[in-house]
Nanobody, 121 residues
Framework: QVQLVESGGGQVQAGGSLRLSCAASGRTFSNYAMGWFRQAPGKERELVATVSWNGGSTYYADSVKGRFTISRDNAKKMVYLQMNNLNPEDTAVYYC??????????????WGQGTQVTVSS
């Protein structure tokens, strides 16, 4: 069982930066691939970035590549999403997720409650 709590969302102007954090509980956190998803109003949930269990492999959606960086600290049971050069299209609720296998779809074993990111122009 893994419980996830996101933080770090907020409102920022276009071109600004935010760092999302996801705190995980559970003894087997390091066994899970982690990912960040987002869902904008009226749109389907989108996979933003993933990181493998040891941080050795990452994936980014084309829309965020070069601007977002995902990382994890297994000792602290934390996952981060550094978001730079934000634009209004990044406005969404961002969700942290954990999956026993590599995250390759919109499915995951565990989800956080989400944190709102709003980017104004």
């Amino acid at each position: 069982q893994v419980q996830l709590v996101e933080s770090g969302g907020g409102q920022v102007q276009a071109g600004g930066s935010l760092r999302l954090s996801c705190a995980a509980s559970g003894r087997t956190f390091s066994n899970y691939a982690m990912g960040w998803f987002r869902q904008a109003p009226g749109k389907e949930r989108e996979l933003v970035a993933t990181v493998s269990w040891n941080g050795g492999s990452t994936y980014y959606a084309d829309s965020v590549k070069g601007r977002f960086t995902i990382s994890r600290d297994n000792a602290k049971k934390m996952v981060y999403l550094q978001m730079n050069n934000l634009n209004p299209e990044d406005t969404a609720v961002y969700y942290c997720a954990a999956n026993r296998l590599a995250i390759t779809s919109l499915k995951a074993d565990y989800w956080g409650q989400g944190t709102q990111v709003t980017v104004s122009s």
